[in-house]
């Protein structure tokens, strides 16, 4: 098993910054790649980020050039930081985190982003 715990959202104004954490702990050496989903009220969940144990990441077209995900193997942590924030960012953000058998998710952060 793998327990996910994020931290860091919150409430910021448009063009302002958050940075999320994704503490992992339990079975570490079966995850392949680990990633930041996100939730919209009304719309489906939907993959922000993703990075491979090999740092090889990848991005949704929304976000690409104003969010960076990264990883500290020693604190078995990824983060995503987020610069440039937009309302449409508004959403529960959920750190995830892949094995060959299974996903594994965390709770869920809010980001919200006034206008």
């Known amino acids: 098993q793998v327990q996910l715990v994020e931290s860091g959202g919150g409430l910021v104004q448009a063009g302002g910054s958050l940075r999320l954490s994704c503490a992992a702990s339990?079975?570490?050496?079966?995850?392949?790649?680990m990633g930041w989903y996100r939730q919209a009220p009304g719309k489906q969940r939907e993959l922000v980020a993703a990075?491979?144990?090999?740092?090889?990441?990848s991005y949704a077209d929304s976000v690409k050039g104003r969010f960076t995900i990264s990883r500290d193997n020693a604190k078995n942590t990824v983060y995503l930081q987020m610069n440039s924030l937009k309302p449409e960012d508004t959403a529960v953000y959920y750190c995830?985190?892949?094995?060959?058998?299974?996903?594994?998710w965390g709770q869920g952060t809010q980001v919200t982003v006034s206008s």
């Open positions: 990075i491979t144990s090999g740092q090889s990441t």
């Open positions: 995830a985190a892949l094995s060959m058998s299974k996903t594994y």
């Open positions: 339990g079975i570490i050496f079966s995850i392949n790649a």
